[in-house]
Each structure stands twice: as C-alpha cells, then as structure tokens.
C-alpha cells in the first residue's frame, strides 16, 4: 500500500484504509509527528442532516413558524434572565 507523495505533498488514501477507518469525504485529518513519523488521525465532518425530527411531537401539528418558535424561546428566556436580575437587586436592597 505505498503511494507517492505529488507535486502539492498529497498522498492518496487505499480504499480498503479507508473502508476500515471509515473515512469519508469532508473529514478532517488531524496530523501530526511521533517518533518521527507521520500520524493521521480522522474526525468526522459535522453532519448536515435535519434535526427536526427531536422537535416532533405527535399531539401537535408540525411546526411550520421556525421563526415563532424562536421568538418564544428568546421572550422565555429573557423572562428567566430578568426574573434573576430583579430577584438579585431585591436580595441586594435587602426586600
């Protein structure tokens, strides 16, 4: 499983390397030296897939506002964060 090092220092990966490490395109090679030695190691790309599937509830109709769901996380927890605050200032204050 030798291969040549190319005019831009890429080498190419065996498939059968590959299948066994389970490297795919867009991930990420993490190299560095050990003893003198070149060492690879792979992390997988961020995926891309949907996320939508942990927001399904079956009593209730598909969301179809994304933008209203957000504005009610952002008001609740702006609520949350100014309830804090002000029970803050009021322990300071001493009430």
Not at 5 to 19: L, N, P
Not at 33 to 53: K, N, Q, W, Y
Not at 78 to 95: C, N, V
Request: glycine share 6%; hydrophobic share 35%.
């Amino acid at each position: 499983m030798a291969n040549i090092v190319g005019e831009r220092y890429q080498i190419t990966i065996d498939k059968e390397v590959r299948a066994k490490l389970g490297i795919k395109p867009g991930d990420r090679a993490i190299e560095r030296v050990e003893d003198g030695r070149l060492v690879v190691s792979f992390m997988p790309a961020p995926h891309s897939r949907s996320l939508m599937g942990i927001f399904h509830r079956p009593d209730l109709p598909p969301i179809t506002d994304w933008q209203e769901v957000k504005d009610r996380a952002w008001e609740a927890r702006t609520a949350e964060i100014t309830e804090a605050l002000e029970a803050d200032s009021r322990r300071h204050r001493g009430s």
